[in-house]
Each structure stands twice: as structure tokens, then as C-alpha cells.
């Protein structure tokens, strides 16, 4: 099947190009590029008037859940959802149940992902056995299963000589380790960011050097090793100067942060909402001001989701005793949209942040519209406004701090290996 998109702006940093181009799709690929209404017959034509057109967006940090949490999210929920959101490729994080420490795992999610998946789906293998921190898992066989990268994210790898071990072979391999940075004995207990808000709220703390102290660690073991590291999830001011400093002396990172770091304040927690709280949390507006400098600088390579749902029961809890988490693959790029209209990032670094950089970084074929690429591919209104309703979220996970938020940037419709879904 032939199918002719037309009228729409194409947006494609890969090849940079902002205009007005028709994309030819034949069967599961991008068959040609054409001027605008020169493009050739087809079987189908998607009319984008109005929108624009982008490669589809690639998450590299999705919580899937399955196999093991399925009453949480399964590959078959998230990856729509992710659709729904503009994400054609999402990458897995292995705190499954089992664990993604073995082959028999890996395959599992591979072979379940192309039978029920609607996108494509990457798994990313545990660094360690159990993600215990004690033992590394058998890298290069898991490789050769079919993950591209490696974190035990969820919970760092305390033991030192073990992440050093880990970033040696992730240079032998040219994978990268992906690291949750936390010192557990210094975030021990704690519910939200550690200050003037934890104090008046009677809650339990975790200070910003939790997070800094393992970022500075890491960044010291690959610059010891060569090896690739990407740091996930950063959130506060004094990791990004650390990732900034190191960048500068050549050390071989890549980081990212999430929407949530840089649209909310742990000023908003005064509402004890569950659905704020998330690891590492909420920080302040010199944290959120420093991640928009360092998503600016080019210091945060990457705009990811940590979409981590979660049953209503996890979080229908006291704050203390509730989980950790956000589902936030149908709101992010609607939530990135603002830092266009704020002038931190430009439209092309948006897009560029989150599709074609972490297509690099996970060293995946997508994220470009070139002639033979997949056809992977989001179609979107940047102008319709819309009401968020996590009743509607196609996530099991209904758990988002932006509920009743007034967005702009509706996904009107996703390709995904030439397959058309439609959201409006």
C-alpha cells in the first residue's frame, strides 16, 4: 500500500529540512521525499494542513512494566500509549519481574512486543544480577539477545569497581550504561526534595547531593574508563554543571532530564498530590532554571519520559507509603512544546532532543524521515489546545501531576512501520 502525506510542514533535523514536503510510504518504509504537490499517486493521502510532520518521537527511558507488573502497564498498553503521545520507539527499562538480567527475558519482550506491540519496542538489560549491584549480567550475550543498553535503573550501582567494570565493557561493546545516580544511605527514607517545602510539609527529605554525589562519581569512573555513559533523569542545578564540566573536559556523556523537571517545583507538593511524587523528585525553581540553561547549552542531550505507571492503589496512599512515578508519554511533548514558547529550545531542538539524539545514543535507526528509513512518523496540530483527562490516558497508568492542565499540541495522527493510527 501507497500512502502520500501532503500539506503538512516537515520538520526533519536529520536532514534539515523545514518545509513544505510530501512523503511517499510504501508498504513499511519512506519510499520518496517530494516538492510540495508534486508527490505521485498513491493508495492512500493523509491531508496534514495545519500540522506539522516530524520523525516519530523515540523514548529512551520507558517503564513497560511487563513481564511481571501487567496489572501496572503491558507492552500492549504502554506502546499505545506511547503512540498516542508521538512515540514510535520506546526503550525498556529492565525492574521488571523477572528482572531483564537474562536471555530468556530479553527474547520474552522482543517476541511479545512484535506479537502485541503497536511500536517498536528496545530492551535495556540490567547491569547487574537482580539489579543487586553485586555481579554484572553476561553484557555481550544479552547484546546479542537484542538489548542496546545497559542501567539498573530504579536503583544505582552502590558497589564502585562494579560500575567501573560495567563502563570498560560498555566502550568494548559501544553501549551505553545508563545510570540512576542516587546515594541510597543520603536519600534513605525520603519522599520529596529536601528544604523550606519538605520542613513545612512535616515531610521527610532527599537532599540534591544524593543525586550529585553519584553524578560526580560516575562521571569519574568513565572518565577513568573511556567508556559511555548516560546519566538519566537529571534534576538539579548542581548535576548539570557537573555534566557540563565534564562535556568541556571530554569526558563521554550524554544526559537527560523529563518534562516534569522542568515544568514543576517542589512548591507544588504543598497539595500532598501523590502523583508528584517521583524519583529523584521534584526540585526548586533554580533547579528548573538551570535545567532549561542546560537543555539550552546542549549540557541535556535528551528529553525522555521515565514514564513509570502505576495501579490507582499505589498511589490512593498517604505520601510517605505511596509510589514513586509519572505517566508521561501522552503529555510530553505537548509539556516540551513550552520550552519553544518560552524561547529555551528552538522548534528543530525540541524535535531534535527527542528523536534523533536518543536514536544516536542508543545507536537505533530512526528518528529521520531519509528515503529507505522506517516509516515512523508523527503528525501534529501545534496550535489545538487541549484539556489533559488521565481518564482518557490509553496507559493503564493514570498517574500525572498535569491532569486538567491546559496543553497546547495534539498528536493527530502516528505512523509506526507504516501503519496509520489516528488520535482525533
Not at 495534539?410 to 501503519?419: L, N
Request: proline share 4%; net charge positive.
Amino acid at each position: 500500500m501507497k500512502i502520500l502525506i501532503k500539506n503538512g510542514r516537515l520538520i526533519d533535523p536529520s536532514l534539515n529540512i523545514d518545509g513544505y514536503k510530501e512523503i511517499l510510504i510504501e508498504g513499511s518504509k519512506i519510499k520518496s521525499l517530494h516538492p510540495k504537490n508534486k508527490g505521485p499517486k498513491s493508495d492512500r493521502v493523509i491531508d496534514a494542513s495545519g500540522c506539522i510532520v516530524i520523525p516519530g518521537l523515540v523514548d529512551m527511558h520507558t517503564h513497560l512494566r511487563e513481564p511481571g507488573f501487567e496489572y501496572k502497564e503491558t507492552i500492549k498498553t504502554g506502546t499505545l500509549s506511547a503512540l498516542k503521545g508521538g512515540f514510535t520507539s520506546v526503550c525498556c527499562m529492565p525492574n521488571t519481574n523477572p528482572i531483564n538480567d537474562s536471555i530468556t527475558v530479553t527474547e520474552y519482550i522482543i517476541e511479545k512486543a512484535l506479537k502485541e506491540g503497536a511500536c517498536t519496542v528496545y530492551p535495556i538489560g540490567a547491569i547487574t544480577k537482580g539489579q543487586n549491584g553485586e555481579a554484572l549480567t553476561e553484557l555481550e550475550a544479552l547484546i546479542k539477545a537484542g538489548c542496546i543498553a545497559f542501567s539498573d535503573d530504579g536503583k544505582p550501582v552502590t558497589n564502585s569497581l562494579i560500575m567501573r567494570r560495567a563502563l570498560e565493557y560498555s566502550k568494548i561493546f559501544d553501549v551505553p550504561v545508563i545510570s540512576h545516580c542516587e546515594d541510597l544511605k543520603l536519600s534513605e527514607g525520603g519522599v520529596m526534595n529536601e528544604g523550606f517545602v519538605s520542613t513545612i510539609l512535616g515531610l521527610k527529605g532527599i537532599p540534591k547531593a544524593a543525586e550529585e554525589v553519584m553524578v560526580a562519581r560516575d562521571l569519574a569512573l568513565c572518565e577513568l574508563t573511556g567508556g559511555r555513559l548516560h546519566i538519566a533523569h537529571v534534576s538539579t542545578g548542581g548535576s548539570v554543571k557537573l555534566i557540563k564540566e565534564a562535556k568541556a573536559r571530554g569526558v563521554n556523556v550524554t544526559s537527560e532530564t523529563c518534562p516534569h523537571y522542568f515544568c514543576l517545583t517542589d512548591e507544588s507538593l504543598k497539595s500532598y498530590n501523590t502523583n508528584l511524587k517521583v524519583n529523584p523528585p521534584l526540585r526548586t525553581e533554580k533547579d528548573v532554571k538551570a535545567i532549561k540553561q542546560g537543555l539550552k547549552d546542549g549540557t541535556i542531550d535528551v528529553i525522555a519520559t521515565d514514564h513509570a505507571p502505576h495501579h490507582f492503589d499505589n498511589k490512593n496512599k498517604e505520601f510517605d507509603t505511596a509510589a514513586f512515578g509519572i505517566s508521561g508519554l501522552e503529555t510530553a511533548f505537548a509539556l516540551g512544546l513550552q520550552l519553544v514558547e518560552q524561547r529555551v529550545l528552538s522548534l528543530k531542538q525540541l524535535i531534535t532532543k527527542m528523536s534523533l539524539t536518543p536514536s544516536k545514543i542508543m545507536g537505533i535507526k530512526k528518528g529521520a524521515l531519509a528515503v529507505n528509513a522506517d516509516a515512523d512518523i508523527a503528525i501534529i496540530n501545534l496550535n489545538k489546545k487541549f484539556v489533559v483527562d488521565s481518564s482518557k490516558f490509553l496507559s493503564k497508568g493514570k498517574n500525572t501531576p498535569f491532569d486538567g492542565f491546559h496543553l497546547k499540541g495534539t498528536v493527530e495522527k502516528t505512523i509506526s512501520m507504516g501503519k496509520i493510527h489516528e488520535w482525533t
